[in-house]
């Protein structure tokens, strides 16, 4: 409203000037016919300021932008101590320092078995590793997965035909499977438990097209084991499932491997800013790009509703690139992924690939300033948690 009148007025100082005798009456003819129209334009400027509908939406909009209280961690190796958390626990002090900020999850994995000797021995419950993760004050994420130790070499990787989804299912690892449910349930505390992730791909032996898998076997041998902690009482753990993100690779479809909402207590996610890597390579894609299907997927349509965590999330690239690509995705968190209440960075040098934060302090200091806001909870927990673990409150 205000340029036109401004525009106006500065064509009439020039007719002015060149028809001064004339040229008065026109202008007052115009001044009175301007009237009304300038005490219209004011009210209206009055009546957008004080719409309530108006001020309601830049309020809402305003606090969409703030973080919401979550969870953060990291899956730390071996590199900073020679060690690996929970087993030494000095590493995870040691990304303490990095980033500034107690850690409130701490990631770790184990599988069914180790059959790197004769018999394959099953590997118990980790209460030692468990306490020493709340002792730090920290809730522990561990990820147990149905397959055996040693891994095997491509392009057998997938294949273990002795820890197949229809053998859980079947019942073939019920004694073992009960004896860790009790020692979980003994033990007390609450933990996340990240059953046979990234089921979606084909890399690991539960995965839903390997190791002789059929449709429908994933959900039932979730269900199956979900169920015997259930009849031992170990309800203190929160199952967390978490497929892998989908960005241009068609991995098997997400709806059939979800086990339903009464077996599931936080739905998650997994992805990687690959880049130009010699190992892996794919184009640069920024956080947005890389989660933002498979989020909207889920929230949508699979489990809208539930809490979700990124149990492993992480960019390579150069110190500059790596540092804007974390800049980048925690203004997303905070603007697009609401429903995302926990956050693990993977910190390992994974087959040469540079994921960890302690590589370049760039990347490092971009990761300790996004984290330090008050909305990502430290190292407060050590007294336990309620279960299934509930997300953050403020």
């Known amino acids: ?3 036109p009148r401004s525009t106006s007025s500065a064509r009439g100082v020039a007719r002015r000037r060149k028809a001064a005798v004339w040229a008065l009456p026109i202008l007052a003819l115009a001044a009175c ?5 300038a005490a219209r334009a004011a009210p209206a400027k009055k009546q957008r300021a004080e719409s309530p509908r108006k001020q309601h939406k830049h309020h809402r909009k305003h606090r969409q932008m703030r973080q919401r209280p979550a969870y953060w961690g990291a899956w730390i190796d071996d590199r900073l101590t020679g060690g690996r958390p929970p087993w030494d626990m000095s590493a995870v002090s040691a ?4 980033t500034g900020k107690g850690l409130s999850l701490v990631e770790f994995s184990a599988p069914f078995y180790d059959c790197g000797h004769t018999p394959c021995t099953p590997l118990p419950f980790p209460t030692n590793e468990m306490s020493s993760i709340r002792n730090y004050g920290a809730i522990p994420f561990f990820g147990w997965g149905s397959d055996s130790i040693p891994v095997p070499e491509p392009p057998n990787l997938p294949i273990q035909p002795d820890f197949e989804l229809s053998d859980v299912a079947g019942g073939a690892y019920d004694g073992y499977i009960r004896e860790f449910a009790e020692a979980a349930r003994d033990w007390g505390s609450g933990f996340f438990l990240r059953f046979n992730w990234e089921m979606n ?3 690991f032996p539960w995965g839903a097209a390997v190791n002789g898998a059929q449709p429908g076997d994933y959900v039932a041998a979730w269900r199956h084991v979900h169920d015997i902690f259930t009849s031992v009482g170990a309800t203190n753990a929160t199952w967390v499932w978490c497929p892998y993100v989908e960005v241009k690779r068609k991995f098997a479809p997400l ?15 997994d992805g990687f800013n690959w880049a130009e890597n010699p190992t892996n390579p794919h184009p640069w894609r920024n956080f947005d790009e890389i989660v933002g299907p498979t989020y909207r997927k889920i929230v949508k349509r699979i489990a809208p509703g539930k809490p979700m965590v990124l149990a492993e999330i992480a960019s390579t690239g150069t110190p500059k690139a790596k540092a804007k690509w974390i800049r980048n995705m925690f203004k997303m968190l905070a603007r697009k992924y609401r429903r995302i209440r926990g956050l693990i960075w993977f910190n390992q040098n994974d087959r040469n690939i540079d994921w960890p934060l302690d590589t370049s302090p760039v990347a490092a200091g971009a990761f300790a300033r996004g984290i330090r806001r008050e909305a990502f909870k430290s190292n407060g927990y050590a007294a336990g948690s309620a279960s299934p673990v509930p997300p953050p409150s403020p």
Do not use: K
Not at 95 to 98: A, K, L, N, Q
Not at 255 to 269: E, F, I, K, N, R
């Open 95 to 98: 990304f303490e320092g990095i």
């Open 1 to 3: 409203m205000q340029m």
């Open 33 to 37: 016919l301007m009237l009304p129209g």
């Open 201 to 203: 791909g084909d890399w």
């Open 255 to 269: 709806a059939p491997l979800y086990p339903g909402d009464s077996y599931v207590d936080w739905t998650c996610m």
